[in-house]
């Protein structure tokens, strides 16, 4: 699923284009189509399509996972899920057998929602705190000091691993970002969170922001989804490299299962702490 860093970069594509990619700031919707209804979230697809139409991209920022468009006089949100892509394209271009929503501009090109599993969600909404209204704090968010991300940890009494993919807590981590943070913690994912120290819940955090940012600038990770272009892939330093020679000590990475999710960890630098 793409995550933080791999939404931001995608929103960066739209907003600043790079290379062949134009960016769509300023661009009309001249019309839309629906090749997939149930990708419309809300409201139902013959409305969104009405409502849309006419509608200027003025702004597109980046909520947590969610892609938040500003149009004229309405915001359009995009959540990607487990296989969703946007990409800009011209015309002449032919449509993916994937493209579920296809929003045509008003400059030869058109942005295409495609999503091969058909789990994503586009909604277009008066407020787009109708949609983002349950999440918590975003990972950068200045307000969030290491005071309050202490207070918040010592809030629950949950495994880190399920706690940091919630996203009511902390928005914009998946499964990659939650294993690379917590290895270069050296948090074990089971510990419970209310367990940590200040020192452990600062390095924490300190965590995230790291191994988001580094996310960030490798524009995203390219695995097994249909985002493409990343290079943080490359950087990993327990995910996906089950066997495989912990980067610190070299004992072999371990795979479990937390919370239905596959877990990397190193076992002798993330030690599992006393339940």
Known sequence: ??????VETI???????????PAILGRKLQSVEVFWERSIAYPDSALFVKQIKGQVIQEISRRAKYLVFRLS???LLIHLRMSG???????????????????????????AFNDTRKFGKVWLVD????VLAGLGPEPFDPQLTEADFFA????????????????????GLGNIYTDEALHLARLHPLMR???????????????????????????GASIDWVYRGGEFQNHFRVYQRTGQPCPTCGTGIFKVTIGQRGT??????????EL
């Not at 946007?86 to 501009?105: G, I, M, T, W």
């Not at 009494?157 to 902390?170: A, H, I, M, N, T």
């Open 264 to 273: 990397h960890f190193c076992p002798t630098c993330q030690i599992k702490p």
């Open 127 to 130: 407020d787009p705190e109708l």
């Open 152 to 171: 918040r940890l010592q809030a629950y009494r949950r495994q880190l691993k399920p706690l940091l993919l919630d996203q009511s807590f902390l928005a």
């Open 73 to 75: 006089d309405r915001w």
């Open 85 to 111: 892509d946007l990409s800009v394209r011209h015309d002449s271009q032919a449509r993916d057998p994937y493209d579920r929503v296809v929003f045509n501009l008003d400059c030869s090109l058109y942005l």
């Open 1 to 6: 699923m793409p995550e933080l860093p791999e």
């Open 193 to 219: 969170s209310d367990q940590l120290s200040m020192e452990q819940s600062q390095q924490l955090l300190e965590s995230i922001r790291q191994v988001l940012m580094l996310g960030i600038e490798s524009q």
């Open 11 to 21: 929103r960066r594509f739209l907003s600043l284009g790079q290379g062949e990619r």
